[in-house]
């Protein structure tokens, strides 16, 4: 790769939050860093991508760890020193306190609570905030955003609630572009994505604690008859993290419009069928269809926890290429092979 290709100054730092559990461990070991680890080595796809531009995008792990969780990731991963710069694309973590939140999407925003969080757009020129059940594909090694910011496609959305949010902006003293359903995975300029994720974690705090009291809104007094979350979809306690975002995102960001949310780009269903180099960000949404992370987890980290090593199908242990794989197909093989590939981080974790 150093042969055909230079990295670029626009460095990539992609934010997640690694819970003390061996669940998660599985999800960040065979969905986000092997999917991370097949990018970095297969850059020669970027090739393929079509576009005049020579340079390919260095991209960095940021995991934020609780607890044991930081002693259980790959051989690969190494704590954040703040040496970041010249470095080839590195997976690095930060140790950070036990997740205390109450409602526990909160704990999303975990890397607000960590000492060097304020120092990270002096490294990077990009952030990216996702989640663990994500698959990154080469894509992303060329992909440049037309936006400050832009974001995944939500699902929370509906009349009544997008209503709501716009008349609670103004309670809050908010500007409301009436830009909805945003998704919950964010990339963008990497000091504009650290101010709205405070933001959002202020005001996702606020609704969730403040916005249910159907004797203080009558107006949702029908949703919360119907159960002590509320209603899906009009008004549902849950999602106050998408509710938080939202009301922040259209603050924050001028001229936000429709066009921020890459729902081609960002958060794509891993059932997809589509070539898998088209899309440089894969989630595993809770669909009956390959590639199901249940599925998959379920077998898997079983396993682990009882002690015992998980079977990989033959078909899954060589190298492919992102090219030749649909997103089904990509989600699936990374997943499985990382059990090979990585298979010194996978037998750690029977010791959980």
């Known amino acids: 790769m150093s042969r055909r290709y230079e990295y670029n100054r626009k460095r990539i730092g992609t934010i997640a939050c690694l819970p003390q559990s061996i669940y998660y461990l599985t999800q960040f070991g065979s969905f986000l860093f092997a999917s991370w680890y097949f990018t970095v080595e297969h850059a020669y796809e970027s090739a393929l991508l079509g576009t005049s531009q020579n340079t390919i995008n260095p991209i960095d792990l940021l995991i934020f760890c609780e607890g044991k969780s930081c002693s259980f990731l790959p051989k690969q991963c190494i704590e954040f020193d703040g040496n970041s710069s010249g470095r080839p694309p590195t997976c690095y973590y930060f140790p950070i306190a036990t997740f205390k939140a109450q409602y526990p999407y909160l704990n999303s925003y975990c890397f607000l609570s960590h000492k060097d969080i304020l120092s990270l757009p002096k490294y990077y020129t990009y952030l990216m905030r996702t989640d663990m059940d994500v698959f990154l594909t080469p894509a992303l090694l060329k992909w440049t955003p037309r936006f400050k910011i832009v974001t995944g496609m939500g699902g929370y959305s509906d009349k009544f609630n997008q209503k709501r949010l716009v008349e609670m902006a103004h309670r809050y003293n908010l500007r409301h572009q ?87 780009m960002f958060d794509i269903p891993s059932c997809g069928s589509i070539n898998a180099l088209q899309q440089p960000h894969i989630h595993t949404w809770h669909m009956l269809c390959e590639f199901n992370k249940f599925t998959f987890l379920n077998a898997v980290a079983k396993k682990l926890k009882q002690g015992q090593y998980p079977l990989v199908p033959p078909a899954f242990e060589g190298d492919r290429m992102a090219a030749c794989l649909s997103v089904r197909q990509y989600c699936t093989y990374i997943a499985w092979n990382s059990l ?9 974790l029977r010791n959980f």
Not at 180 to 192: E, K, P, R, V, Y
Not at 340 to 348: L, P
């Open 340 to 348: 090979v590939r990585h298979s010194d981080w996978a037998n750690s």
């Open 178 to 264: 009436r830009v909805h359903n945003l998704g919950s995975t964010w990339f963008g300029d990497a000091s504009l994505l650290l101010q709205v994720s405070n933001l959002s974690l202020y005001l996702s705090k606020r609704i969730y604690e403040t916005e249910f009291d159907a004797k203080r809104f009558p107006e949702i007094a029908t949703f919360m008859n119907h159960s002590p979350k509320g209603k899906w979809t009009e008004w549902w306690r849950p999602v106050s993290t998408m509710y938080g975002q939202e009301l922040a995102l259209n603050h924050l960001v001028d001229n936000i419009n429709n066009s921020y949310i890459g729902s081609r």
